[in-house]
């Protein structure tokens, strides 16, 4: 029933700025783990940044202080705001959000980490958007 759609993508010189942002259709969880992974050409898939329902963010060190993850809980999106992208940026670029309840007690990791480790039958992913850094 949830479904996730994905934009903003685009081809960027480094220095860069773009803003990538994921629309979340009948999503309703009052409690959730969402985020962004990307996934280069020939290697592996890796967590970018996320966010939960308290608002906590957690980044990837190698985006950390140029990315900023945010949700409009009134419009259902996440956003992704790209800073200063270089080359090693370029990779297609995937939202994922939890599709399942979330216990309310607190664990002993970040959202992102949640979210490497999960079953993936309890995620929701988005369809992807290519994001291309030239140098």
């Known amino acids: 029933q949830v479904q996730l759609v994905e934009s903003g993508g685009g081809s960027v010189q480094a220095g860069g700025s773009l803003r990538l942002s994921c629309a979340a259709y009948?999503?309703?969880?009052?409690?959730?783990?969402m985020g962004w992974f990307r996934q280069a050409s020939g290697k592996e898939r890796e967590g970018v940044a996320a966010?939960?329902?308290?608002?906590?963010?957690s980044y990837a060190d190698s985006v950390k202080g140029r990315f900023t993850i945010s949700r409009d809980n009134a419009k259902n999106t996440l956003d992704l705001q790209m800073n200063s992208l270089q080359p090693e940026d370029t990779a297609m670029y995937y939202c994922?959000?939890?599709?399942?309840?979330?216990?309310?007690?607190?664990?002993?990791?970040?959202?992102?980490?949640?979210?490497?480790?999960?079953?993936?039958?309890?995620?929701?992913w988005g369809q992807g958007t290519q994001v291309t850094v030239s140098s």
């Open positions: 994922v959000a939890t599709d399942t309840p979330i216990p309310s007690a607190d664990l002993p990791m970040t959202a992102l980490q949640a979210l490497g480790v999960m079953s993936p039958v309890l995620l929701k």
């Open positions: 966010i939960d329902s308290d608002g906590a963010t």
């Open positions: 009948r999503y309703t969880y009052t409690r959730y783990y």
